[in-house]
């Protein structure tokens, strides 16, 4: 019965793709050298406590600087046993060109993308543009997500009911695990736990992030729970809801929904949400709005629509942290948001059209890789200057594609967010 409910659900998606286009208060600042100091001297500390390996990857490699950083930002307490941040004016700050932790700098560059019609895993190699490989999987994979510690790539086999792990030292799958419902997948930024988007069973159930096991269960009164991005300090989260336009806003440390609001568009079905580089702004992908949601996450107001083009789906940020790619996948295009002015300042046009959809920004941060949801194909767009470099053929239903190895100390989930 439930299974029924969400394959309808997915066919009102796609119809309507179609025929619409569906598109604390702050501490006194003080001189950066004071800072530095500070964050350097959390990050030993963080390194020299708690016994807990999984911090090797959080510490792998130096502060990269922030090009444009504020003088009115102090260092952020975080969510306890989280890393601190690398610069707390910027949190990307770590995914600068090629800084690749030393846990992943041997591994292979690949694409992998999930098929969600064919069950399967295409494999690219990013310097041929031709799929290598191609891995079975359990059925409708969505996404295929970096562990927190970076060592592991997970598909979300949502029908299946389980999720595969990828060794992206070898690109070999793994024994598959038993975890119900996973849609979608993030990790708290302490690295303990994994939340399972539980979309069917409307539920976020927080697993132990290397067994899978269940530790809590948060049942949602909303429909659709998809995606998810983290504050600065880690202490809350916010989720979008697809099937019935909403937004939750998620108490980290308690696992509890503490703000649930509706999207002030009729139909609204918000997709990728992904947080500014300061720290300061969400925005909120909007396939049925054609456009994003800008939100105050602390205050958890009422988010202001910016149109961007039909379909709005995936959010990418860019190597030097200052623009935000949106993907518009009713329209076959890729808008760029200039991140520090909020303003929309260039869009991309694929040629013949196309449904790019969710995926990631290469290490060297020149190309944006997207899947092809409706279209069987992956596009590789130029983030100089927008042009398609290469239009690739793979499985039917492709989707949550992850660019692997990416910068970063750490990973929050999806397809690639990076700390």
Same mark, same amino acid.
């Given at each position: ?18 025929? !619409? ?80 932790? *030393? ?39 969505? !996404?295929?997500? *970096? ?116 999207? *002030? ?47 709005? !789906? ?36 694929? *040629? ?34 927008? !042009? ?32």
């Amino acid at each position: 019965m439930i299974q029924s409910s969400h394959e309808r659900s997915d066919r009102t998606d796609r119809q309507h793709e179609r025929q !619409h286009g569906r598109g604390c208060r702050r501490p006194r600042p003080r001189g950066v050298r004071w800072v530095l100091m500070c964050a350097v001297a959390g990050m030993l500390l963080a390194s020299g406590c708690g016994g807990d390996s999984s911090n090797e990857a959080a510490d792998a490699h130096p502060h990269q600087g922030n090009p444009n950083p504020r003088k009115d930002t102090a260092a952020v307490p975080g969510l306890p046993g989280m890393p601190p941040l690398l610069d707390p004016n910027d949190l990307y700050a770590a995914d600068r060109p090629n800084a690749l932790s *030393p846990v992943v700098k041997d591994f292979p560059s690949r694409v992998y993308v999930p098929n969600t019609e064919s069950n399967t895993v295409s494999v690219i190699d990013p310097r041929t543009y031709k799929v290598i490989e191609t891995i079975p999987v359990g059925a409708q994979p969505q !996404h295929v997500v *970096p562990s927190w510690d970076l060592k592991t790539l997970w598909v979300n086999n949502d029908r299946g009911h389980t999720l595969t792990p990828i060794d992206p030292a070898t690109g070999k799958a793994g024994k598959t695990v038993d975890v119900h419902d996973p849609y979608n997948l993030y990790f708290t930024p302490d690295g303990k736990y994994a939340v399972v988007m539980a979309s069917m069973d409307r539920e976020l159930v927080f697993r132990d992030a290397h067994t899978m096991k269940r530790k809590k269960t948060e049942p949602v009164a909303c429909r659709g729970v998809n995606h998810a991005d983290f504050s600065p300090d880690g202490k809350y989260f916010i989720v979008s809801c697809e099937f019935s336009g909403e937004l939750l806003k998620v108490d980290t440390a308690k696992m509890k929904v503490i703000g649930q609001q509706k999207l *002030p568009f009729e139909g609204a079905m918000p997709q990728d949400v992904k947080i500014s580089s300061d720290g300061r702004t969400w925005y909120i992908a909007d396939m049925m709005a054609d456009g994003i949601w800008v939100l105050d996450g602390d205050r958890f107001t009422e988010p202001k629509l910016m149109r961007t083009g039909k379909g709005a !789906h995936g959010l990418y940020v860019s190597r030097d942290s200052k623009s935000l790619y949106v993907s518009n996948r009713g329209e076959g295009s890729v808008s760029v948001l200039d991140l520090p002015t909020r303003k929309l300042v260039k869009k991309w046009e694929l *040629p013949d059209g196309g449904s790019p959809d969710m995926g990631g920004v290469s290490a060297d941060g020149k190309e944006l890789w997207l899947s092809g949801r409706y279209d069987s194909e992956v596009y590789v767009i130029d983030t100089r200057d927008g !042009h398609q470099i290469a239009r690739i053929p793979v499985g039917a239903g492709p989707h949550g594609l992850a660019v692997y190895p990416q910068p970063g100390r750490y990973s929050l989930g999806h397809t690639g967010i990076f700390r």
